[in-house]
């Protein structure tokens, strides 16, 4: 770990004391989002040291096109960026003519920083001490609306410590931004029209390529002692940026301060046409109500937000504050108002991976928003992969595949693959398998079967056509084989027979046919519809289950395990205990060939198919696996850790649990990967709320019934969440003597705990 700055703290991510070292660090640690719009936690005044500019709209890339050195068939032709917005937060200050820049300031005292998780805000306050030795005490504010989300805000103070003084805000829009990975250094934007009404500029720009619109807009209000100035600024418009111009005298020790409202306003959600006009409306709105209500309106959209999702811990102040950090940033992230848009493994918090959905939506994610929101944000996601088969179907041709067979891709924006690395994009094809699972786990929490028949089947077959196109019959083995893969585990590539890559192959097939089955005898409408349009048949239908039933699963019956692939037991198994620490992390220090020879483990592989259906394996099988597993587990990747939290749960191996639990909740907030700064792990969070709830809380749906298995780490003397389970919210709350059930929302309910059946009436506790 190379971080330790970071406070703990129950409510809030604090940072204390101005370390230059720290900053693009920070900057992605705390940065906030409203699920359209976010932006790293840049200052708002200029800074001269190293930092990351970012600001990021949802739904809004750039097709960068693809650099690789020797092209191949099936490439992508380009790879999806998320695009680095204009920005709009920010604000220069001049100081009896010097320019506030904490990187050339004399000193700077009292620094903090403070991401309150709670309401939803940063702030930001120091004392400097610029070179012409005025010393002034500075105080800022900002958020980005949960209920209106187009606007943001921001507060900035500033009090004149040792002498009266010339204070100038200078507020400014710029759309002269590029991103930090562009492939070729491309303009992403062309600004092509600038408008400015007294106090209020707007920026219409628009994507190359892509033909995203966006107006990006400000107007900002001045207070002295917190009564408001009627000042009108100086214009200075340039192409590319406009800014405001404020300057007062300012007595010492009284307060002068801006308030600046801005944001976007965007042709995804608006005719392109009408940009500027909502843009104005936007700011009315804001004038209108002001800082303070507005700031007030944040604060209970937030406790909304908490009332279902919270997980409170004690006894434990770092597990606490990272449970609360990663659910904070994954509702920063995604809302589930939009089905256009999805959950970025960056978020808005920086650039790296590009497009804006990856498998681990449907194998991380999909749970917590279906336990925290409503099924129907849960089905916006499911949604979403819907509206793209016919993308995942051109995909599949693409490679050669026939008839319908889907391929979702590896990394997407708009259903197109956009990633290029053959052995991620084309090899690690049980992303398909982890589309299929979140249909069979949104039916199986939520219990609505009604997305199957209506969208779900149509996928569940694309995804069985692909499977069985893709493995081939090998007459040494009798058997089906798939070759030529990556599994979750991306340190092991073209490899054949990947045990969970085959294991979802089969079970995508089966339970496709079962679906066909169902929809054949309950929805025949929705059955005929969907044969007239799949053009599907009972040979066809003969032909996959030939592969589900023949599939080859590489096995080895002196250690009574599956294999992670064919050649698995080849390698030199030397476990990662025997690994020098100054050789960590591995995909740092050593050679792409080597760690492909190693037998080391980026994440979970066979562990995770055993995560995905435990139900098809016993203890004693999971514990085997896991124990032989783990030992060359590297956890190199922040989706690895919350599956071995949640499996060492299951097998009470509580110290393990406890120690990976804290790994995946404090991953960023620790840096264990020394990568922070790229930006944060937004998907793997999603793993974190599992660690507990399904982990230590044992959360489980059997026999159609929703049925626990509570545990407590040593080190809490309590933990509690609450879930919203088929239209009833309900409160489990551990401690070291009992476990608690209430029901504070919705009809009565049967559940189990350890086993134990338990009547939840409402408002009733139960205590076992």
Same mark, same amino acid.
Not at 61 to 73: A, C, E, I, L
Not at 425 to 448: K, L
């Given at each position: ?42 200052? +708002? ?23 690789? %050195? ?12 998320? $695009? ?17 820049? $904490? ?46 989300? +187009? ?38 934007? #062309? ?40 000042? +009108? ?28 409202? %801005? ?21 009315? @709105? ?7 209500? $507005? ?16 997980? @409170? ?25 939009? =089905? ?30 279906? =336990? ?60 398909? %398998? ?19 028949? *209506? ?58 046919? #079962? ?86 483990? *980026? ?26 597993? @783990? ?30 639990? $804290? ?11 020394? #990568?922070?700064? +790229? ?67 919705? =009809? ?21």
């Amino acid at each position: 770990m190379n971080l330790d700055y970071i406070i703990p703290n129950n409510w809030s991510i604090i940072e204390e004391g101005f370390d230059p070292k720290h900053i693009k660090a920070s900057e992605s640690i705390f940065s906030i989002g409203n699920g359209a719009m976010g932006q790293r936690a840049n200052f +708002e005044e200029k800074y001269s040291g190293d930092t990351f500019q970012g600001s990021y709209i949802g739904g809004v890339y750039y097709p960068d096109k693809t650099r690789v %050195g020797w092209w191949k068939n099936g490439y992508p032709e380009y790879f999806a960026k998320v $695009l680095n917005a204009p920005n709009w937060i920010g604000i220069n200050i001049i100081i009896n003519n010097e320019e506030l820049d $904490l990187n050339k300031c004399k000193e700077v005292l009292h620094f903090k920083r403070e991401l309150n998780m709670k309401e939803g805000w940063l702030s930001r306050s120091f004392i400097a001490t610029l070179q012409n030795n005025i010393q002034i005490k500075v105080e800022t504010k900002r958020f980005l609306s949960m209920d209106l989300d +187009e606007l943001g805000a921001i507060q900035y103070n500033i009090t004149p410590l040792n002498s009266n003084a010339n204070i100038t805000y200078i507020p400014y829009i710029d759309s002269n931004i590029k991103n930090e990975d562009s492939n070729w250094d491309d303009q992403f934007w #062309e600004t092509y029209q600038t408008e400015n009404n007294k106090n209020e500029s707007f920026l219409l720009s628009k994507t190359l390529k892509t033909d995203f619109h966006v107006c990006t807009y400000m107007s900002s209000q001045i207070y002295l002692n917190a009564k408001r100035i009627n000042k +009108e600024p100086k214009i200075n418009k340039e192409e590319k940026h406009i800014s405001h111009s404020y300057s007062l005298s300012v007595n010492q020790r009284e307060t002068i301060s801006i308030h600046k409202y %801005g944001g976007y306003t965007v042709n995804r959600n608006h005719k392109k046409e009408d940009l500027i006009t909502i843009a104005k409306n936007n700011l009315n @709105e804001a004038k209108k109500t002001g800082f303070s209500k $507005l700031f007030e309106n944040q604060k209970k959209a937030w406790s909304a937000i908490w009332e279902t999702a919270d997980i @409170e811990i004690k006894g434990d102040i770092k597990a606490q504050q990272g449970i609360r950090f990663n659910i904070f940033q994954l509702n920063q992230t995604y809302t589930g108002k939009d =089905a256009g848009l999805n959950i970025g493994p960056k978020g808005f918090t920086g650039e790296k991976y590009g497009g804006s959905t990856y498998w681990d939506t449907e194998a991380y994610c999909l749970p917590f928003y279906m =336990a925290t929101k409503n099924q129907k944000v849960a089905e916006n996601l499911l949604t979403y992969r819907y509206n793209h088969l016919q993308k995942a179907i051109e995909n599949a041709q693409k490679l050669g595949f026939k008839n319908g067979a889907a391929l979702y891709p590896m990394v997407t924006m708009n259903g197109e693959e956009c990633h290029n690395e053959w052995e991620i994009t084309f090899e690690e094809i049980h992303r398909n %398998g982890a589309i299929a699972f979140a249909i069979y786990n949104y039916h199986r929490y939520t219990n609505d079967y009604s997305y199957i028949p *209506k969208k779900g089947l149509e996928v569940l077959i694309g995804i069985a056509r692909f499977w069985h196109q893709r493995a081939n019959f090998s007459k040494a083995k009798n058997q089906y084989v798939i070759l030529g893969v990556t599994g979750p585990n991306e340190y092991e590539n073209n490899v054949n027979n990947n045990w969970y890559t085959n294991y979802l192959a089969k079970w995508c097939i089966d339970y496709a046919i #079962e679906n066909i089955n169902k929809i054949k005898e309950e929805y025949n409408t929705d059955y005929t519809r969907i044969l007239n349009k799949t053009k599907l048949s009972n040979i066809e239908i003969t032909k996959w289950k030939e592969v589900a039933d023949n599939l080859y699963f590489p096995y080895s019956k002196e250690l009574e395990i599956y294999l992670q692939q064919d050649g698995f037991l080849d390698k030199e198994l030397t476990t990662v205990a025997n690994l020098d620490k100054s050789e960590r992390p591995i995909n740092q220090k050593w050679s792409w060939d080597r760690i492909l020879r190693s037998p080391y483990i *980026k994440q979970a592989d066979v562990l995770q198919g055993m995560y995905f259906f435990e139900d098809h394996f016993s203890n004693q099988q999971i514990k085997k696996h896991f124990d032989f597993y @783990e030992p060359f587990t590297v956890h190199e990747s922040s989706l690895s850790p919350c599956v071995h939290s949640i499996l060492a749960s299951k097998l009470n191996k509580k110290e393990q649990a406890y120690n990976f639990y $804290l790994r995946t909740s404090r991953l960023d907030l620790d840096d264990y990967n020394h #990568e922070v700064e +790229e930006g944060l792990h937004i998907t793997s969070m999603a793993g974190t709320w599992l660690s507990i709830v399904e982990g230590f809380g044992g959360m489980r749906i059997q026999n159609n019934q929703l049925s626990f298995a509570t545990k407590i780490p040593e080190q809490w003397s309590s933990y509690s969440f609450k879930i919203n389970f088929r239209n009833r919210v309900i409160q489990v709350l551990v401690n070291k003597e009992h476990t608690s059930f209430k029901l504070l929302k919705g =009809a009565s309910l049967s559940i189990t705990n350890n086993n134990k059946l338990i009547e939840l009436t409402p408002n009733n506790l139960i205590s076992v």
